[in-house]
């Protein structure tokens, strides 16, 4: 009685406590590898898993990079429009009392080299009598210089420079808008000053517009 009571203490009836073997690296050993110990080809395998891991991550990085250029590029501005953002003028060759027209993001832009009669003109108006008040020295940042969009700003034609009924001012043949030597509207429809682009002057002898 004793001896069958010990036997059922001591019978199991699961073996969960016992770790599962694991054969992979035998099974994963090629037949050219039969001479190499299981081990050796176990790490073996693993550096070349590394690598290959490690080269296809490189790669996908390369990949995904090319297509993302790919999408910026498609969405930035193309080289003429870049090539026309910024434009470089000399003004050496302006002479004095003369109006340079250039093309600059498909407008004219006058650049008038204005001689010093001109400008005591212009800064002797009566600002508060203007339609659109500016004074001189806000529409020219070097007084010799009037840099201005050589478009009417009624309907957007192209005023003729050193015309009209001010002297030295631009004239809008279309519906006879009359602006003075600093671009100021003095008579005719338009209701604004003619606009100012925005430039910068590199040195006494040119400008960069945009």
Known sequence: RYLNSDFKRLRRYAYTDIPEPNFDEYRRKSLKDAETSSKRSADERRAQRSIVSFVGCVAGLYSFKAHLLHYVLFMSPSRDVLAEAQLEVKLNGIPEGKVLIVKWRGKPVFIYHRPQSIIEQERAVNVSELRDPET???????????????????????????????????????????FDAAGRIRKGPASTNLEIPEYTFVNDDSIVIG
Do not use: Q
Request: charged share 20%.
């Open 136 to 178: 001189d020295d806000d529409r020219a940042k070097r007084s010799e210089w009037l840099v201005v969009l050589g478009v009417c700003t009624h309907l957007g034609c192209i005023p003729i420079p050193n015309a009209g009924i001010i002297r030295g001012g631009f004239f809008c043949p279309c519906h006879g808008s009359h």
